[in-house]
């Protein structure tokens, strides 16, 4: 018996995407899908690169339009996912694409979001220690943001291993789909094509508290991270390149170790053989995460390197791989690891 | 019980691109992966999109190590086919990938190849008519020139409704993984982007030949195809613009009937609404062809646009569709029509 | 003496090229920079590449502000250069890099662009036959569109040798810059990477009618011209792949004569060596055409293709090179024919 | 009276780029174009963009070829420059836009070329302190690296004015001409395009000591650099993105004005206004470093991040600039500060 799926907001790249995984999902019927302004649209307009929902029309966010499924997913501006949560009732499960039940920290939020904390949901990175567990059953998930998955995925084990000292150095350049729909000057083909820039540097970046919330619990202490993110010319993809100071006596093969064990038995990460770097095309549209890891004896550094297809393990992929946790279904269910390459 | 299926030629883009497919194909089970030069070479660095095969090592293309397989798919170079086929035994069905087995006339074929023809197999593109049914049951698949599949799909609506006159005009714009992983100069990352380049102009390529194969049986009377393709910078995709006068009377709406009919019915070819063009981000790793026709009445001229995925559609996905029809599984699977797009 | 320069428009791409041009133009210095909604924004946040100019600020596109200069180029919306150039006076040199004064018939004028014809001004396209001459000592030039550049330049040797039938088929390729900087959703750098889509399919793109204008006196008979523009993931340059049929009798030799008769002496247009063809790379910023022909006897047709930068060439570098034949300097003057690559 | 100038290794990238801007210098006269394997090639196949060159053959690197010039520059591999210079004589002047000069560390030198130190050369960065006054009347110039370039400029502000902690952090994206013109599988448009890479990760890029000489004498200590460069699907450009921990009590005032008297009255370098972050695009082709600062109080990290084109102001610019300085010509000649945008 298929899972009736409705998606919230399904003519951005997350909504587009959390639908190209669902219509290759065999436990999942596509129902509602509907849209802001764009509601009263041909699907076909919209994402035309999903034939089968082609001559769908975009609905209203509503309510009534989004009652009667059993997963709702939401891809929605900031601000907006509690009031539709709550219109669902309990029994519905809510996977909440934005940010708005990330963060823990109320004063956090507010400081970088500049509105009311909403509340917190159990958190959509299946691979960070204790997160499945709290997963399994749950009505509602906060899907993670793109950086702090590519981030926390890289980091983690290094800290869990106490190898790693607690500031942190992140520069990661990401494809211009994270970036969203919205019509911006800067975001023109015109403008990114053969163009790398930075943006919300000196730790203005949303999702800088969320990586250290991340990191927080596994390391045993609080840690900083410096975030510089940048705007590379593709439209999909993100090199997080990591790094923190080793603490004294942290060696090559420790830091292998506890990374080959963070990661074991892990369907979606992989640690690559030494010498093999990540590269962004080798997950495009795959769930995906791939890292490598090494010591800078001269510089004393740990640099860890992550590569993520930013819409699906960083948000679609992510989001349905909860799902599947959520409602007990096997993990790897509609998602693929082989990237769409060259 | 599943299909033992082997690919020779493992390492270059058509092979990596069976693959994806196949490790997403419910019926098959991924035999000996083979190359040239590459044999004995850890699989994960020549395609490191492709997860699950990562720790294979790539063996040398031998009758012995392609033996034992139900299906063998040929990524050889030009000429290396019929040799291989023939050690494989009759019961094999074999897929090439290649051009060896295409064309029909010895002639043609020594022109443009320059070597000794080796026969014609039953041609893997089902949508053209008389094909499917000629694929069923078949050993032995010879799969189309990515080329000729866009352009063929675009063009033999009009000829077969007899709109067309018999002299197309084609110019199409193709992603740089068609010019295949041989590493020439003109292909590196600074040189192709940002640009546009034509080669093969004045009737020179390969794939003029095989066009015009293709659309004369159609048409009921030889046809000439002036080609001229182009060099985009993208990794794949090809967007084909071809034209032909109309034959005097030809209307907007017979024009729009012939391809609606043409294409009732596909499971992989899409007549888009009028007023939509084909993009090829749209089918990006899909192997959908979309498909949009108009009548150019100051010019005189039918306009039929397509898009695929050269990779896919034109390549892998044309032979995988091929391999369902020829043993009779379901046309489409392992094969999706949804585009990863943006 | 300083030519005073002003740049109605200047926060636009043809605005900012044409600055980028004058910049380096030893015989003028810029005077008023004005905008639309732009007015009152510092210049580097609008043109960040033009570093002498960061610290001026738009001013208004008035008649005021404008006022006092030797020459005005013009980049702005259709329609609106008429009263602006009126307001000037007759002493002042106008130089529209808009359409309006493009077309000569006033009906077809009013089919394509919806508006009353505002008359017809010398174009600036100096290697047409004839055309030079009508700039000299002109106080008004109309900067021809960019794919009737690209595609006259590319067909006109043929027509004025009598060696092609008059019945054109063009598809070109353009950068995503022709498109402006207005900001819409199929200009986002997420949806043109990696993307060929074709536009303004079937007859109906605005250029098509400048280019049979641009052909017909040069063949000496109305020429039809079948058009298909297509949008390619590059911020910049034209490939326009132009055929017609051969006249009866048509050779090689002549044609290739033809075409190196035509452009001898020209500064700009370069016919390339046998065997060598355009790519948009090599004139990436200058001022140069490409120029290949060959004859494609199989199909009986010529195949002429060129490669220009769209906002070179086919805008701010023909309205510098015509401003220079307009006021008698040397015609290469601030233009440079290298381009900038890889 | 024209300084006769050739260039050694004309086919590369980095000599194509110094043909380039050399075409437009007013005081040089462009002598013998000469090459390895390509010797006796028509130059228009090997720099089509260059088309007053075109027509030019490349003749081989032999001492021969190379007399009788003022200026010889050399694009070569490493460690075959000294073998060039010595027969060229001390009165010619000799720009070295290979490694061989730069390092003053015969160990460093060898540990990371592995081949033994050939001496060092007057360093082609004037806007490091000291250097300005080294490169006057020098017959001699090692042409930093591109890297080297882009950090030493957007760190050593931050050094001189003792502001930063000796411990540096870079994470810099470099467009694809940086690697060369050697054709190599990676570097294919089929791989770069869409995808962002790493490599020389952990300390071991060339670059890492170079940065670390610059900046230690600058810094009055030892500065330890931990470097990652990646891979952008571009052809030009870099963005480096720098930090270092600051000095206790450093104020984001303290940090301005050091940047801002560092770069007073340099011509070339422009620190940006604040809130505008350097681009990449904005350089393209230009000679141009934009450079930005921030301090991360949360984080106590300086962020100082860079834009140069690598060609240009990364090498062949440099290397025009510090021709200009050793002859006593304006700094500026031949050099353009206007990028090639969008």
């Not at 998955?149 to 290094?158: D, E, G, K």
């Amino acid at each position: 018996m298929a899972l009736r799926v409705a998606v919230a907001g399904a003519s951005g790249y997350a909504g587009g995407e959390v639908l190209r995984l669902l219509l290759g999902h065999p436990e999942v019927e596509i129902g509602a899908l509907t849209g802001g302004s764009n509601a009263g649209t041909r699907f076909g307009e919209l994402q035309p690169h999903l034939l089968p929902l082609a001559d769908r029309v975009l609905e209203p966010t509503t309510p009534e339009v989004l009652a009667g499924h059993d997963v709702v997913f939401l891809g929605l501006p900031h601000g907006q996912s509690a009031a539709v949560a709550e219109s669902l009732g309990e029994d519905v499960l809510v996977v909440d694409c934005g940010a708005d039940f990330r963060l823990k920290d109320a004063a956090v939020w507010e400081k970088f979001y500049g509105s009311p904390h909403a509340g917190t949901w159990p958190y959509g990175l299946p691979e960070l220690p204790g997160h499945r567990a709290a997963l399994k059953g749950t009505k509602r998930i906060a899907v993670p943001g793109c950086y702090p998955t590519a981030v926390s995925l890289a980091l983690f084990p290094a800290y869990a291993a106490r190898l790693a000292e607690p500031e942190a150095v992140v520069v990661a350049a990401s494809g211009t789909s994270g970036a969203g729909k919205a019509v911006k000057p800067h975001l023109l083909g015109s403008e990114v094509m053969g163009s790398m820039s930075p943006y919300g540097v000196g730790g203005g970046h949303r999702h800088t508290p969320e990586m250290a919330q991340n990191l927080a619990p596994v390391a045993g202490e609080p840690v900083t991270v410096s975030f510089t993110p940048t705007l590379a010319p593709m439209p999909r993809g993100i090199l997080a390149t990591c790094s923190a100071k080793a603490k004294q006596g942290t060696t090559a093969e420790q830091l292998r170790e506890a990374y080959a064990a963070a990661f074991a038995g892990e369907p979606f990460v992989r640690l690559l053989p030494e010498g093999q770097w990540p590269q962004t095309s080798a997950v495009y549209g795959s769930n995906a995460a791939l890292i490598q890891v090494a010591l800078d004896e001269h510089a004393g550094r740990i640099i860890a390197i992550s590569a993520i297809d930013n819409l699906v393990k960083g948000t679609a992929g992510g989001a349905v791989q909860s799902m599947n946790i959520a409602l007990g279904l096997p993990e790897e269910l509609g998602l693929s690891v082989n990237g769409v390459a060259p």
